[in-house]
C-alpha cells in the first residue's frame, strides 16, 4: 500500500470510529435473533454446541456459537444474527475498507471460476443459455466463465451494490439488486441456469432460496450450488481456525445428505454430487494466516476502542515475518494434499450439487422456523 493509500486509509478510519462506536455502546447483544430450541433444518430439539469463536477475519467484538443437530448433522449459527447484526458484521467486508482487498482477491480467482464454468459443459453441450449467478458480488465468475461458454448470456444477482457495477463493468448482461426470494416472483421460468457459488450458506433461509431457484428456472433447467462441508475433515482437524466456518457470516453449513433430501422436496433431481471440483486447496495455508492475524490484528480498525499505540504495527510486522516459513510450509502441504488426493480422504473442504429442475412443481416441504 503506497503512502498516499495508507494514509487515506487512515483517514477514513477516523472518520468511521464514532459510529462503530455508538453501534457497540450497548455491546453485541442487540444483534443475535432469541436462540433456537429445534433444529432449522429437522426440527429436532436434539441440539449440542458444535464451536464458539469470534470474528478471526475482521476482528470485530462478539463471540459465535455452531450448534450441531444429532439427529441430521446440520451445523447453524445459534443465536443467529438479527438483521441488525448481519448489516453490522456485513460492513466493511465485502465493501468500504474491504472492497479493494476483496475485489483484488475475487477478481484474481480466474481458474477456479473457469472450472466452475466447465462443470455444467457436459450437460449444456454448446448451446444457447441463460444463466442466473446468485450472491454474483461483482460478476468476476460471470466474466470469466464467458470463455469456457460463449453462447451463455450470464446475469448476476447480489443484495449489494455489486450486482449493478458488474452490470456497468460489462461483467454481466443484467444485474439485479435485491434478495433472490423477493425478486424470484418476476423472474419466474427466465433462465437455463441458476448457480448459488458459497452463496446458501449466508442465507437466513436456505429453504426459501431453493424454492426461488425453482421458480425462476425454466422446466429441465439446472441448478449447481457449491458450498462448505462441514463433515470435512479439516472442520475436524482444524477446529475454530477452519476457514469455511467463516464466523459470523456463515449462518447455515449442511451436510451434503440433507441438501439433496431438501432439493428432491422442492422438484429438482440431483443429477450429479461433486467434491475434488469444488474443493479449494487452502485449508492449512489460511489457518496459519488467521491465527498468525489472531496474534497481531491489524491496527487501523474502527471497531477498536481507541487507536492503538504505535507498537501494535511493530508487533504485527514482527509476528507476519516469523510466520513466512509456516505460511510457505502450509501452501506446499495444501497442494500436497490437493485433488485427488482430497477426495480421497476426506480433506475436500466443499462439495457441489448439479440437479436438474423437473417439468412440474414439486412439494416444497416443510421447515421450523
Given at each position: 500500500?503506497?503512502s498516499?493509500?495508507?494514509?487515506?486509509?487512515?483517514l477514513?478510519?477516523?472518520?468511521?470510529?464514532?459510529?462503530y462506536?455508538?453501534?457497540?455502546?450497548?455491546?453485541?447483544?442487540?444483534?443475535?435473533?432469541?436462540r433456537?430450541?429445534v433444529?432449522?433444518w429437522?426440527?429436532?430439539?436434539?441440539?449440542?454446541?458444535?464451536?464458539?469463536?469470534?470474528?478471526?477475519l475482521?476482528?470485530?467484538?462478539?463471540?459465535?456459537?455452531?450448534?450441531?443437530?444429532?439427529?441430521?448433522?446440520?451445523?447453524?449459527?445459534?443465536?443467529?444474527?438479527?438483521?441488525?447484526?448481519?448489516?453490522?458484521y456485513?460492513?466493511?467486508?465485502?465493501?468500504g475498507?474491504?472492497e479493494?482487498?476483496?475485489?483484488?482477491?475475487?477478481?484474481?480467482?480466474?481458474?477456479?471460476?473457469?472450472?466452475?464454468?466447465?462443470?455444467?459443459?457436459?450437460?449444456?453441450a454448446?448451446?444457447?443459455?441463460e444463466?442466473?449467478?446468485?450472491?454474483?458480488?461483482?460478476g468476476?465468475?460471470?466474466?470469466?466463465?464467458?470463455?469456457?461458454l460463449?453462447?451463455?448470456?450470464?446475469?448476476g444477482?447480489d443484495?449489494s451494490?455489486?450486482?449493478?457495477?458488474?452490470?456497468?463493468?460489462?461483467?454481466?448482461?443484467?444485474?439485479h439488486?435485491?434478495t433472490?426470494?423477493?425478486?424470484?416472483?418476476?423472474m419466474?421460468?427466465?433462465?437455463?441456469?441458476?448457480?448459488?457459488?458459497?452463496?446458501l450458506?449466508?442465507?437466513?433461509?436456505?429453504?426459501?432460496e431453493?424454492?426461488?431457484?425453482?421458480?425462476?428456472?425454466?422446466?429441465?433447467?439446472?441448478?449447481?450450488?457449491?458450498?462448505?462441508?462441514?463433515?470435512?475433515r479439516?472442520a475436524?482437524?482444524?477446529?475454530?481456525?477452519?476457514?469455511?466456518?467463516?464466523q459470523?457470516?456463515?449462518?447455515?453449513l449442511?451436510?451434503?445428505?440433507?441438501?439433496?433430501?431438501?432439493?428432491?422436496?422442492?422438484g429438482?433431481?440431483?443429477?450429479?454430487?461433486?467434491?475434488?471440483?469444488?474443493h479449494?486447496?487452502?485449508?492449512l495455508v489460511?489457518?496459519?494466516?488467521?491465527?498468525?492475524?489472531?496474534l497481531?490484528?491489524?491496527?487501523?480498525?474502527?471497531?477498536?476502542?481507541?487507536?492503538?499505540?504505535?507498537?501494535?504495527?511493530?508487533?504485527r510486522?514482527?509476528?507476519?515475518?516469523?510466520?513466512?516459513p509456516?505460511?510457505?510450509?502450509?501452501?506446499a502441504?495444501d497442494?500436497l494434499?490437493?485433488?485427488p488426493?482430497?477426495?480421497?480422504l476426506?480433506?475436500?473442504?466443499?462439495?457441489?450439487?448439479?440437479a436438474?429442475?423437473?417439468?412440474?412443481?414439486?412439494?416444497?416441504?416443510s421447515?421450523v422456523?
Open positions: 500500500m503506497s498516499v493509500s495508507r494514509k487515506a486509509r487512515t477514513r478510519v477516523a472518520a468511521l470510529r464514532s459510529a462506536g455508538k453501534d457497540l455502546a450497548e455491546g453485541t447483544a442487540g444483534f443475535f435473533a432469541p433456537a430450541l433444529c432449522p429437522c426440527g429436532s430439539a436434539r441440539l449440542g454446541e458444535h464451536l464458539r469463536t469470534t470474528d478471526l475482521q476482528h470485530k467484538p462478539g463471540v459465535f456459537t455452531l450448534d450441531r443437530c444429532h439427529d441430521c448433522g446440520h451445523v447453524f449459527q445459534n443465536p443467529r444474527l438479527n438483521e441488525t447484526g448481519l448489516a453490522f456485513y460492513r466493511d467486508f465485502y465493501d475498507l474491504g479493494e482487498r476483496l475485489g483484488g482477491l475475487f477478481g484474481g480467482r480466474t481458474a477456479a471460476y473457469r472450472s466452475r464454468a466447465t462443470s455444467l459443459q457436459p450437460y449444456l454448446g448451446a444457447a443459455a444463466w442466473l449467478d446468485v450472491g454474483t458480488g461483482h468476476h465468475f460471470c466474466e470469466n466463465a464467458r470463455s469456457v460463449p453462447a451463455v448470456a450470464f446475469d444477482l443484495r451494490e455489486g450486482a449493478e457495477l458488474a452490470e456497468r463493468a460489462g461483467r454481466v448482461r443484467r444485474g439488486r435485491g433472490f426470494p423477493e425478486l424470484a416472483g418476476p419466474a421460468c427466465s433462465y437455463d441456469v441458476v448457480s448459488m457459488f458459497h452463496y450458506e449466508h442465507s437466513t433461509d436456505p429453504w426459501r431453493l424454492e426461488a431457484a425453482h421458480t425462476v428456472l425454466r422446466p429441465g433447467g439446472l441448478l449447481v450450488i457449491d458450498v462448505p462441508d462441514p463433515e470435512s479439516f475436524r482437524l482444524l477446529g475454530r481456525w477452519w476457514l469455511p466456518w467463516l459470523p457470516q456463515h449462518l447455515h449442511a451436510p451434503a445428505a440433507n441438501l439433496r433430501r431438501r432439493l428432491s422436496e422442492t429438482f433431481t440431483v443429477l450429479a454430487e461433486e467434491r475434488t471440483e469444488a479449494d486447496a487452502v485449508d489460511a489457518a496459519t494466516w488467521i491465527a498468525l492475524d489472531a497481531a490484528p491489524r491496527e487501523d480498525l474502527p471497531w477498536l476502542s481507541s487507536p492503538p499505540g504505535p507498537w501494535r504495527s511493530a508487533a510486522t514482527a509476528v507476519l515475518l516469523a510466520g513466512i509456516l505460511l510457505l510450509a502450509a501452501t502441504l497442494r494434499a490437493a485433488r488426493l482430497a477426495g480421497r476426506r480433506l475436500t473442504n466443499a462439495y457441489r450439487l448439479i436438474r429442475r423437473g417439468p412440474e412443481a414439486g412439494s416444497a416441504g421447515h422456523s
